[in-house]
């Protein structure tokens, strides 16, 4: 059994995690949680967990600091965030797993099998080690989103997107500057591509740019507008989860 301690400024976010995890995850306990940082690196240090979900962004001290003071350090580290940033490209090429709220399901599991496989191999803690020197010394990035066409790899800004259309095994991609480009890749492809904090699931068929979106109309089978005035479906099984991210 996985022993685990979740850690985040926001209760909400605690227990939805929480839920995510007795729902649809076996084999991994929560053993504690914490909202207070100097409470978590007591918890952490006196329980001795197998793995630890840190939310980065706290106001008095952030998942760094933290990090940096704990003295209990063999567990694995799972990351997660409403936002992506150059410390997160440094976790993933330490082999850190990070989760983007909300939480998906699907990548949960992922890090959590990771999690099992370290504890059989007893290698828990061994990445983390090398994470906490890319802390103190962070290095800059390239921030532009990378798309591979047919033929050309082009950089984009973020904002530059305005959505994503799925279209079978391809997908349609949307810029502000009215120009349109397809990958030959699913839209589920495209999505772990970009991961980009900017950028939500409203629908089976549509990634949209948050920054882009305009109205959100409840009414005639709900809907987004977004700035260039092209109309957008919403799932109904994303309405809610949508809502608490554009007005929070």
Not at 87 to 98: Q, S, T
Not at 218 to 243: C, H
């Amino acid at each position: 059994m996985i022993k685990a301690i979740i850690v985040d400024d926001e209760l909400t976010a605690i227990r939805s995690l929480k839920w995510e995890i007795e729902s649809f995850c076996t084999g991994i306990e929560i053993t504690d949680s914490f909202t207070d940082p100097l409470e978590a690196i007591n918890g952490i240090n006196y329980i001795k967990p197998d793995c630890v979900f840190l939310d980065i962004e706290m106001p008095e001290m952030d998942g760094f600091q933290l990090l940096e003071k704990l003295q209990f350090r063999d567990f694995d580290l799972i990351i997660t965030t409403a936002y992506n940033s150059y410390a997160l490209k440094a976790f993933k090429e330490n082999a850190i797993d990070y989760l983007l709220k909300p939480v998906d399901t699907d990548d949960l599991l992922k890090s959590i099998a990771k999690v099992k496989k370290n504890k059989e191999k007893n290698i828990l803690g061994e990445e983390l080690y090398k994470i906490i020197e890319n802390i103190s010394t962070p290095k800059p990035t390239f921030n532009k989103i990378t798309l591979s066409l047919s033929g050309k790899t082009i950089f984009v800004n973020p904002n530059e997107i305005l959505y994503c259309k799925s279209d079978g095994n391809y997908t349609e991609i949307y810029f502000n500057s009215g120009q349109k480009e397809v990958l030959s890749k699913k839209l589920k492809d495209v999505e772990q591509m970009i991961h980009n904090a900017l950028f939500y699931r409203v629908h089976n068929s549509y990634l949209v740019n948050i920054n882009q979106i305009k109205e959100f109309v409840k009414s005639d089978g709900q809907y987004l507008v977004i700035e260039n005035g092209v109309t957008i479906p919403v799932s109904r099984s994303k309405r809610s989860a949508l809502m608490e991210l554009l007005t929070n």
